[in-house]
């Protein structure tokens, strides 16, 4: 969507509480307290609320979505999701408070909501046939003619540089070949200080992953727990890409390019845009790289509407 085709389709509030009401209440409004919904009706003088002439309850159309409790208006609410869709590379809260007019914290607390939407996205048990999983490492690399260019806040002297071993935090990620989806997830140490072991690999895999999928790694040693009926209830099929002995897609699909080339899209932004990230919020902005590659070919404005709401 354009900036003039955004100002036609939302030249006002009303036409922005129109297009939400029919987002999020696909099968007509829907009172929350009885969950009537024929006896529902719009409110004239506050048209985000409705009245439920059945239990007699008032509700907002927001309740329970990343807008509610927010005074923020509204068309700004919905430009910087028009925004942030639309940056290739994410925008920085610096930028959105520049765009629309707000607080610095007010534009930071708007990105945080929105890609908390982003990461709302249901993928459970939905990727099947072949999945590549790899992982990688975010974290400023300790250069010393730019400091500022620390995505994570390192221990003073970890003089590391890339990959496993390091301080840096993982990041598993799994990626369905046949349609590009992508899932991905911050591996944080376990209760035993542990970074991705066997258990945390099988775990982000098993959350989206069908049952009897291929799937296709790197030579990591934490996948062969893959390998053992034991550990490997759903049955995966584990095909494992030696790297070292120079297996680079070798021409017949044995690869894991694809997942590989999400990481790129992943560094880039976070280079491009947000330059620091702790490991805090590190999750959201993965949230949000992957929000855009899943809904790179449909309406991703009305998708993101209806992932903002969060509570049922
Ligand atoms: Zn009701």
């Given at each position: ?42 409110r ?46 994410g ?76 301080k840096?935090?993982p ?71 030696c ?12 690869h ?22 702790s ?34």
């Open positions: 969507m354009t900036y003039f085709e955004f100002n036609e389709k939302f030249p006002t509030d009303k036409s922005i509480l129109q297009h939400f009401r029919t987002i999020r209440y696909k099968n007509g409004l829907t009172c929350p307290h009885c969950g009537s919904t024929q006896q529902v009706g719009l004239t003088d506050q048209p985000k609320l409705c009245n439920c002439n059945h239990c007699h309850n008032t509700f907002s159309i927001f309740t329970g979505t990343i807008f509610e409790k927010s005074s923020t208006d509204l068309k700004k609410w919905f430009f910087a999701v028009h925004l942030v869709l639309n940056a290739k590379k925008i920085s809260a610096l930028q959105l408070q520049r765009e629309i007019g707000t607080t610095y914290k007010t534009a930071w607390r708007i990105l945080k909501q929105i890609r908390t939407a982003m990461g709302n996205e249901n993928l459970e048990k939905s990727f099947e046939l072949i999945v590549e999983v790899d992982e990688t490492y975010v974290g400023g690399k300790p250069r010393k003619q730019n400091n500022n260019l620390q995505f994570t806040t390192p221990k003073p002297k970890d003089t590391s540089t890339t990959g496993r071993g390091t840096k935090t990041v598993i990620g799994v990626k369905e070949r046949g349609t590009g989806r992508v899932y991905a997830r911050v591996a944080l140490p376990d209760h035993n200080g542990q970074k991705l072991t066997g258990k945390q690999l099988l775990s982000v895999i098993s959350a989206v992953t069908k049952p009897d999928t291929v799937v296709m790694t790197d030579d990591f040693k934490g996948y062969n727990i893959i390998n053992h009926k034991s550990t490997n209830p759903e049955n995966f099929t584990h095909i494992s890409v790297h070292s002995l120079g297996e680079f897609s070798s021409g017949k699909g044995l894991t390019n694809g997942i590989e080339g999400f990481w790129a899209i992943l560094k880039r932004s976070i280079i491009g845009s947000y330059h620091h990230i490991t805090k919020y590190l999750q959201s902005y993965v949230n949000e790289c992957c929000f855009k590659q899943n809904n790179r070919f449909v309406d991703s404005f009305d998708k993101l509407l209806w992932q903002s709401v969060l509570a049922a």
